[in-house]
């Protein structure tokens, strides 16, 4: 008897970011090779035509879960009055905010307002919660941050989960520091969030050095073993656009990922490892 299917997600990561990256994310949306993407509201490209063109792809049957991606770092500037620290008007680059959160120097009431600003921006633009939310560059696992964040999640979106970016334990290897960071991260980001009574993904994949040599044909069947039912694999797929490269360094890569979600290799590689993305729940844009 052949076993069932893993049912994953597989999450686009920065829709909002450009439009050509919102373009590429609905395509693959559309031919069913993605399953959830992750909305930056806080970016300059989600105005009502490119949140309606992705509601559009969730008429009828639902293609996709829809999350937010709380967004809290440059070049990006925050959406609610009074945000601080900032540099240019901006959200500090990660290093500097990562640093900020460590040595508690962030102020937690700002931190609340800002990330509730960006919920209630989601729920005009869609109309509903979203289904699951997260960090743009993994900035809601940060101390004070996941405070803040899970805060926010337990009074205003209390039936969506959370992504937490722990490895399955066959997945965890030693010599891969940025997965390691991000495993250390998410162990007490998951003690708070079943304090919360809020639900997470049971494991995470999807980490790798943004090189331009990198070639994801090969790296993204590995995020596949040992991932188990409910794991979550982040993506970014996109076109390359002047606001893409102006906004953020990750570029060409993200034509590599599209082309190999767009080909016949991914399903093939998805039916070998016994896996299937998962059906999202609800029609009409009833929440997953």
Same mark, same amino acid.
């Given at each position: 008897m052949r076993p069932v299917p893993r049912q994953i997600w597989l999450c686009a990561d920065d829709y909002g970011i450009s439009p050509a990256v919102n373009r590429a994310i609905r395509e693959l949306i559309a031919r069913r090779r993605l399953n959830a993407t992750s909305v930056m509201v806080a970016a300059p490209h989600l105005?009502?035509?490119? !949140? %309606? /063109?992705?509601?559009?792809? @969730? /008429? %009828?049957?639902?293609?996709?879960?829809? %999350?937010? #991606?709380?967004?809290?770092t440059g070049p990006f500037a925050p959406l609610s009055a009074g945000f601080t620290p900032l540099r240019d008007g901006c959200f500090l680059p990660l290093s500097e905010m990562? +640093?900020?959160?460590?040595?508690r120097r962030l102020q937690p009431e700002l931190l609340v307002i800002e990330i509730a600003t960006q919920l209630r921006i989601f729920l005009d633009a869609f109309g +509903?919660?979203?289904?699951?939310l997260? %960090? *743009? $560059? *993994?900035? &809601?696992?940060?101390p004070q941050v996941r405070d803040a964040f899970l805060k926010v999640v337990a009074e205003a979106a209390p039936y969506a989960w959370v992504r937490q970016c722990g490895r399955a334990n066959s997945l965890r290897r030693l010599h891969d520091r940025k997965a390691l960071v991000l495993d250390i991260l998410s162990l007490a980001f998951r003690r708070q969030a079943e304090r919360h009574g809020i639900?997470?993904?049971?494991?995470?994949?999807?980490?790798?050095?943004?090189?331009?040599?990198? @070639?994801? !044909?090969k790296i993204f069947p590995r995020f596949l073993t040992g991932l188990p039912d409910g794991g979550l694999i982040m993506? &970014?797929?996109g076109?390359?656009?002047?606001?893409?490269?102006?906004?953020? /360094?990750?570029? #060409?890569?993200?034509?590599?990922?599209?082309?190999?979600? @767009? /080909?016949?290799?991914?399903? $093939?590689?998805?039916?070998? &490892?016994?896996?299937e993305l998962a059906q999202p729940a609800g029609n009409n844009g009833d929440t997953a």
């Open positions: 105005d009502d035509d490119e !949140a %309606g /063109s992705l509601d559009l792809v @969730n /008429s %009828g049957e639902k293609r996709a879960a829809l %999350g937010l #991606h709380v967004t809290l990562m +640093r900020a959160a460590v040595t +509903r919660p979203p289904d699951f997260d %960090g *743009h $560059q *993994h900035v &809601h696992l940060f639900t997470t993904n049971p494991a995470f994949a999807g980490a790798y050095a943004f090189s331009p040599k990198a @070639n994801f !044909a993506c &970014h797929p076109f390359v656009d002047t606001e893409l490269e102006r906004l953020d /360094s990750l570029t #060409h890569l993200r034509e590599r990922e599209f082309a190999y979600f @767009n /080909s016949d290799d991914f399903p $093939q590689a998805l039916a070998r &490892h016994g896996v």
